[in-house]
């Protein structure tokens, strides 16, 4: 009942830049919290950055002066920009939101997105 879908991943250079975006749609009532994880080839999955509904946000150490998140409340989406790209930041970036839904009951729940492709390499 709740998609996200991701777009803007792809591949740079190091040193590059990309903006990835976050559609949410469905029986949304609410979104409380917006954020990207990433996924590197026999890697856990690592939180990257977290934007709240209040517009506080969390950045991962390695990304701190390098990515902002940013979310558009009307439009039900959420950006990560990603400037001065390593080849460690190369890894499958998805999208997750918590989200309060409105199919017939009201309940909260996480919804995650396929992922985008990001590539660092020269």
């Known amino acids: 009942q709740v998609q996200l879908v991701e777009s803007g991943g792809g591949l740079v250079q190091p040193g590059g830049s990309l903006r990835l975006s976050c559609a949410a749609s469905?029986?949304?009532?609410?979104?409380?919290?917006m954020g990207w994880y990433r996924q590197a080839p026999g890697k856990q999955r690592e939180l990257v950055a977290d934007i709240t509904s209040g517009g506080n946000t969390y950045y991962i150490d390695s990304g701190k002066g390098r990515f902002t998140i940013s979310r558009d409340n009307a439009k039900n989406m959420v950006y990560l920009q990603m400037n001065s790209l390593k080849p460690e930041d190369t890894a499958v970036y998805y999208c997750k939101a918590d989200i309060t839904v409105t199919a017939g009951l009201i309940y909260d729940y996480t919804y995650w997105g396929q992922g985008t492709q990001v590539t660092v390499s020269s």
């Open positions: 469905g029986s949304i009532r609410r979104i409380n919290a």
